[in-house]
């Protein structure tokens, strides 16, 4: 109860960091072990956390960023409003998010909206969340991915003579890369020589976003990848400031992660 005189409850500084460190840690702790890391917080990476956590998979993603929905805030060149082709509006549909025609099987919605309703409905799914946090490195075990490595953000910033601060490893049964052009998890194996990445290829729309559905799924033992990490992964053309393909790929890649984990048959 507030006292009287006052709006607030009377509750102090120590009071306020005694609860973000409890329930951080205790969070933390749970989440060293999970079902399903996904390394990426775009739209690919929330959608697919997003389903894999409706069906029970205890499901965290790690985002470098201090924000989640990469690109999905701001659209093409920085212009807030983002395009979707039929049928990706039945995602929109789906998290209650308005939008308009431009044309036949083209339609238009307000990014912050599009990505606020994407957060809350992965938030609201169950979903945890490692901000601030950048991969480092896989947890590679009988030939299968078995985890990821990650450290803060920051260390990166840090001058190099000081930079010797430990990552730590976390443990799951599937990993997704949903990191975007980059595919930091897919070239993390090819740097150890168990992939060949090609990279993306240059804008075609059209083309891209048939394929990169199309080619979403488990890419190694336990490394799935989604969205626009499939474009570097498997050599297709990039598409450009459109979203349909992204999210039709973050279903996708839980569709097929279900069913190799054999959930909801």
Not at 132 to 139: A, H, P, Q, S, Y
Not at 241 to 252: C, H, I, Q
Request: hydrophobic content about 40%; overall charge negative; aromatic content about 8%.
């Amino acid at each position: 109860m507030a006292q009287e005189g006052r709006l607030f409850a009377p509750v102090g500084e120590k009071e306020i960091t005694r609860a973000i460190v409890n329930t951080f840690a205790k969070q933390f702790v749970e989440y060293v072990e999970s079902d399903c890391i996904i390394v990426g917080a775009g739209p690919s990476g929330l959608i697919a956390g997003r389903d894999l956590a409706r069906q029970g998979l205890k499901t965290l993603i790690v985002e470098r960023n201090n924000y989640l929905g990469g690109g999905f805030w701001i659209g093409g060149y920085l212009l807030n409003k983002v395009t979707f082709r039929a049928p990706g509006e039945k995602v929109l549909d789906e998290i209650g998010v308005p939008y308009e025609k431009a044309q036949e099987g083209l339609f238009v919605a307000d990014g912050p909206h599009a990505c606020s309703k994407l957060i809350a409905s992965a938030c609201d799914a169950g979903v945890k969340f490692a901000n601030m946090t950048i991969f480092d490195d896989v947890v590679l075990r009988d030939n299968r991915v078995q985890g990821v490595v990650v450290n803060w953000t920051p260390v990166r910033a840090l001058p190099r003579e000081i930079t010797c601060v430990d990552p730590i490893a976390l443990e799951t049964k599937i990993v997704v890369d949903a990191t975007g052009h980059d595919a930091l998890v897919v070239k993390m194996l090819e740097s150890k020589g168990l992939l060949k990445v090609p990279g993306h290829g240059s804008m075609w729309v059209e083309a891209s976003e048939d394929l990169v559905v199309e080619h979403t799924g488990e890419v190694y033992p336990g490394l799935f990848v989604c969205g626009m990490s499939v474009t570097t992964t498997y050599g297709i053309p990039r598409m450009g400031p459109t979203f349909s393909g992204m999210l039709l790929s973050g279903k996708r890649v839980a569709e097929t992660i279900l069913e190799s984990l054999k959930i909801g048959r």
